[in-house]
């Protein structure tokens, strides 16, 4: 079993609509949750980043932890065809742990005009 | 202010070549790591440097290995190239070791091994 398990999609949604991703993990101490963005043939990019469990906004996305149910999600609202990319989740076990990074395996997400 | 940059962007080579990937980074960070990534398997660590003149294996060092050259530069070789490591290979960077610095990434290197 993967410590991290994703969704791979593809996830095709319209223009505007709101858009839920999603990652559960079994690793109980993993403690910081991240999404990355990584457009096609492009290195990831660092979306946002969580500590333990709760909500996080920034603009129109919104990660949310559920460390209960060892879930995490990504909300987009108000998506954009600019938002089409693929989605990593990605966390570790504590601050010191950059090195330790377990990360999803990507859900790829289109915007339909 | 380039980032990350590595070369080649694209390789082909037979089974038993070697190789080497470069990648530099201008942002005067500390830490560099390389990942390797495929399909249905999300990104995996292959080696990191945590800082210049130290290199510590990741989650698949074999096969692999590093220099850490300079503050600038991280390569990362393969002595006998296997079909195995075809596969997208990133370098990425950040200030330091710490989660809550940011790790920016290459554009990647597109590896296939015949």
């Known amino acids: 079993q993967k410590e991290v398990e994703q969704d791979p999609g593809p996830l095709s949604v319209p223009e505007g609509a709101i858009v839920s991703l999603n990652c559960t993990y079994s690793n109980s101490a993993f403690q910081y949750f991240m999404w990355y963005r990584q457009y096609s043939r492009k290195g990831p990019e660092l979306l946002m980043y969580?500590?333990?469990?709760g909500n996080k906004e920034d603009g129109r996305f919104t990660a949310q932890v559920d460390k209960s149910s060892k879930y995490i999600s990504l909300f987009i609202r108000d998506s954009q065809p600019s938002d089409s990319a693929t989605y990593l989740c990605a966390m570790t076990l504590g601050w010191s742990s950059a090195s330790k990074i377990i990360f999803g395996s990507g859900t790829r997400l289109s915007i339909r005009p | 202010n380039a980032g990350v940059t590595q070369t080649p962007k694209f390789q082909v080579l037979k089974t038993g070549q070697s190789m080497t990937l470069q990648c530099a980074q201008d942002?005067?960070?500390?830490?560099m790591y390389w990942y390797r990534q495929d399909p249905g398997m999300g990104l995996r660590l292959i080696y990191y440097?945590?800082?210049?003149?130290?290199?510590d294996k990741g989650e698949v060092p074999n096969g692999y290995n590093v220099s850490r050259l300079n503050k600038r530069e991280f390569s990362l070789r393969l002595e006998s190239a296997a079909p195995s490591q075809t596969s997208v290979y990133f370098c990425?960077?950040?200030?330091?070791?710490?989660?809550?610095?940011?790790?920016?990434f290459g554009p990647g290197t597109r590896l296939t091994v015949l």
């Open positions: 942002m005067n960070h500390n830490s």
């Open positions: 990425a960077s950040s200030e330091s070791g710490v989660l809550t610095d940011t790790q920016y």
């Open positions: 969580t500590y333990s469990s």
């Open positions: 440097s945590a800082s210049e003149g130290t290199t």
